[in-house]
């Protein structure tokens, strides 16, 4: 690395880092869950709180700074008619129980901030703001346009990015700082099923079940309520006494068994990753369940197979591999059990073959599942010699001094919502997991993201021109 300016550039960072860790845990620490629209607050006031923080510092910065009815707002500086985005968003996931720091008191122990967002994605935002930052205050000349965006709605639904793409200018690179190193250059697409069971009638009955947060999250507690007819009791409670499973417990109030499982939380495009506490819920169901039940009970536990097989769409392809499946939520409505699954499908496979080989697997059950979608991404793809792909790869290997090939993911990042972005590596090892419990995030780990950022917008600026 022997550009003067580049140089100069990361010396900014390294000047800056208090400033870097102070605005940081300021982010940190507004619970930006998605909550009740408001004037100029699409997803809620918290979200609104956050996007404000992020453009009063925009603000100050210096940069031109601009508000999309509050579903998402950017900071940009330079000039002509090339652009460099980055896009990250505020937003985050529910926190669940189990946290031993407070999910939002981005308390700093052993050199780690612990927070909701620390490692998804307010973290790598904010690192990727002041590598902008550092570009303004040394090279603001460079003949391109730096754009940060901050968005407010990514996991849960992309509205801010779709307003975005409605009314602004597609850039000539982007990038979205949200997944690994260097860069990941194939999205699986992400598709929901919505699937109505009929509650079958007879000795072991469903009254009630619930469970779970949001699609993209592996279950980590249900609870259930089911009747146990006077005829089948005997055979339930045998069976009961043999049960074997220490992460379900039960109890009995006449003649309904009420059930509570646990399980571990974990992102839901990498399902095999957590512990699903609906899975044990049906299992567990399956095991209990009289003779004349177990067909309808067993197939409803196969629902919940993280490889789709139980739903009849499993696959594989050779750019992104295997499709995953993840029951997120669970619940009764009037007579059908409800299952929300979030899939994440292959890069050469496509939404329609999905819904229709489900509906001929659907057919052939003896539960006579019901199935709806409610949501369709398409995939994202980009050749491995992109220059926008080779680019990134090339200044990964200057910063580390390793060489690492783009990887696939299931995970959705804004880069499938935006034309010409990727999305590119937000931490390293021992830096906590997206969506789970205890996030964390090392302080030089923060430091080195912004650096590293800071080299790409710079270089992807460089190409930018060279491309003319």
Known sequence: MSDPKLIEIQNWLRAHEDDLLRDTVAMLQIPSLESEAMPNAPYGKENRAALDLALSLSEQAGMRVTDLEGHLGYAEFGSGDKMILSLGHLDVVPTGPGWKHDPFGAEIEDGYIYARGTTDDKGPTMASFYAMKAIQAV?????????????????????????????????????????????????????????????????????????????????????????????????????????????VTFAWEGDVLGIFTTGKAAHGSTPFMGDSAATRLFRFLFEISPVRDEVYYQELLEMTHPGGVGIGISGTDEPSRDLTSNLGVLDTRG??????????????????????????????????????????????????????????????????????????MGGGTYARAVPNTVSIGTGWVGDGKAHETDERLKVEHLFKMSRIYAHIFYRLAQVAIEQG
Do not use: M
């Open 139 to 247: 090279a603001p000349d460079l003949g391109v346009r730096f754009r940060q965006a901050f968005g407010c709605n990514e996991e849960s639904g992309f509205g801010c990015v779709e307003r975005y793409v409605q009314t602004e200018e597609i850039p000539t690179f982007g990038v979205a700082p949200d997944s690994g190193w260097p860069l990941y250059h194939a999205e699986k697409g992400i598709i929901n099923f919505e699937i109505d069971v009929p509650i079958q009638k007879g000795g072991l009955e469903i009254i009630e079940v619930s469970g779970g947060q949001r699609p993209n999250i592996v279950i980590d507690s249900c609870s259930a309520k089911v009747r146990v007819s006077s005829e089948v009791r005997a055979e339930v409670e045998s069976k009961l006494a043999d049960a074997w499973d220490r992460n």
């Open 335 to 408: 007579d059908n059990v409800h299952l929300l699954i979030n899939i994440r499908y292959p890069v050469t496979h496509s939404s329609e073959s999905l819904r229709a080989r489900a509906t001929k697997f659907f057919s052939e059950l003896s539960a006579k599942p019901h199935l709806e979608v409610s949501r369709d991404s398409p995939p994202l793809y980009f050749p491995l010699e992109h220059p926008l792909v080779k680019t990134i790869v090339d200044v990964h290997e200057a910063e580390t001094g390793e060489r690492l090939a783009p990887g696939t």
